[in-house]
């Protein structure tokens, strides 16, 4: 698999290619690449592409059962407009022209809100921050601990989640889930689009935990 700063015009393959397949291209930060052509060096400035994570489908309309999804905090180092590459082991790698369409973290909880509305068949699904905790009955508090994609071609979400009973604010569950998913054709488009159906499968474990 390509180094993701590396990769801002090449495909993201769901298969384990050599690295040194990739040796030829690399940017650093916010670093122009560099171009070594007919004895002269030219700098380009690849475009930048943008990414939303999306639900199974709409939440359903009017009321329900009245739950609040948030707050929804991200490991420190998902957290940052690029998505985000597992090369080996021990070493990620970021896609500087590949990134997150607005805050990943209102993106996540508007995503499991939407999902959890769906599983539950419930409209009145509410996303931290509100204003008072009105009718709500339960609170749904997530970490996301892990969120790449991986040498492999998968994309993987590792979360723990915790719920708390309203208005008394008393913890009734405490839960974490790991799951990959593959991508189905090489590309960006293709990790979000798995990383939207890890969120659909999160948003399932914890509705059957409600």
Same mark, same amino acid.
Request: hydrophobic share 40%; net charge neutral; with cysteine.
């Given at each position: 698999?390509?180094?993701?700063?590396?990769?801002?015009?090449?495909?993201?393959?769901?298969?384990?290619?050599?690295?040194?397949?990739?040796?030829?291209c690399l940017?650093?930060?916010?670093?122009?690449?560099?171009?070594?052509?007919?004895?002269?060096?030219?700098?380009?400035?690849?475009?930048?592409?943008?990414?939303?994570?999306?639900?199974?489908?709409?939440?359903?309309?009017?009321?329900?059962?009245?739950?609040?999804?948030?707050?929804?905090?991200?490991?420190?180092?998902?957290?940052?407009?690029?998505?985000?590459?597992?090369?080996?082991?021990?070493?990620?790698?970021?896609?500087? %022209?590949?990134?997150?369409?607005?805050? !990943? +973290?209102?993106?996540?909880?508007?995503? @499991? =809100? /939407?999902?959890?509305? #769906?599983? *539950?068949?419930?409209?009145?699904?509410?996303?931290?921050?509100?204003?008072?905790?009105?009718?709500?009955?339960?609170?749904?508090?997530?970490?996301?601990?892990?969120?790449?994609?991986?040498?492999?071609?998968?994309?993987?979400?590792?979360?723990?989640?915790?719920?708390?009973?309203?208005?008394?604010?008393?913890?009734?569950?405490?839960? %974490?889930w790991s799951?990959?998913?593959? !991508? +189905?054709?090489?590309?960006?488009?293709? @990790? =979000? /689009?798995?990383?939207? #159906?890890? *969120?659909?499968?999160l948003a399932?474990?914890?509705?059957?935990?409600?």
């Amino acid at each position: 698999m390509p180094n993701a700063e590396m990769r801002s015009s090449a495909p993201l393959a769901t298969t384990r290619r050599p690295p040194s397949f990739w040796h030829w291209c690399l940017v650093i930060g916010n670093s122009c690449l560099l171009v070594l052509a007919a004895g002269s060096i030219t700098s380009c400035a690849p475009s930048k592409s943008y990414y939303l994570l999306t639900p199974e489908g709409p939440a359903p309309s009017g009321g329900g059962r009245g739950i609040g999804v948030g707050p929804v905090a991200v490991a420190a180092y998902i957290d940052r407009p690029n998505l985000v590459f597992q090369e080996s082991g021990n070493r990620l790698a970021v896609a500087e %022209s590949h990134r997150w369409a607005g805050d !990943l +973290e209102d993106n996540v909880a508007s995503v @499991l =809100a /939407a999902n959890l509305g #769906r599983r *539950l068949g419930t409209g009145n699904v509410r996303t931290y921050p509100w204003s008072d905790d009105g009718d709500l009955t339960r609170q749904i508090s997530i970490d996301i601990r892990q969120m790449h994609g991986t040498a492999d071609g998968d994309a993987f979400l590792e979360a723990a989640w915790r719920v708390y009973s309203l208005p008394d604010r008393r913890m009734t569950a405490s839960r %974490s889930w790991s799951g990959t998913e593959p !991508l +189905e054709t090489d590309g960006y488009d293709a @990790l =979000a /689009a798995a990383h939207s #159906r890890l *969120l659909a499968r999160l948003a399932h474990e914890i509705g059957g935990s409600l």
